[in-house]
């Protein structure tokens, strides 16, 4: 399997972090203030410039109202 961070799933991984987090209406700035992180590691999570582990996709799950489970099934989904 392909490690590289531009592989087609981190791809969709990022689309789809940008997708909660403008679906709980929050500005890149606003996720960053409540996960204590500066606006740069929302960003370079966006953009593929840093990968995220478990840990950290739970807290942004916390962050924007969604349990992690729902996001691994969107992203499963999207995989299709």
Not at 3 to 26: C, D, N, V
Not at 40 to 69: H, K, M, T, W
């Amino acid at each position: 399997m392909e490690k590289s961070i531009h592989s087609p799933e981190q791809t969709t991984l990022q689309r789809l972090l940008r997708q909660i987090r403008r679906g709980a209406g929050l500005r890149q700035e606003d996720l960053a203030q409540l996960l204590g992180k500066p606006q740069s590691f929302v960003s370079n999570y966006e953009r593929g410039e840093r990968r995220l582990d478990l840990l950290e996709l739970r807290q942004i799950c916390q962050a924007v109202g969604i349990p992690l489970i729902d996001l691994v099934q969107r992203f499963e989904e999207s995989l299709r």
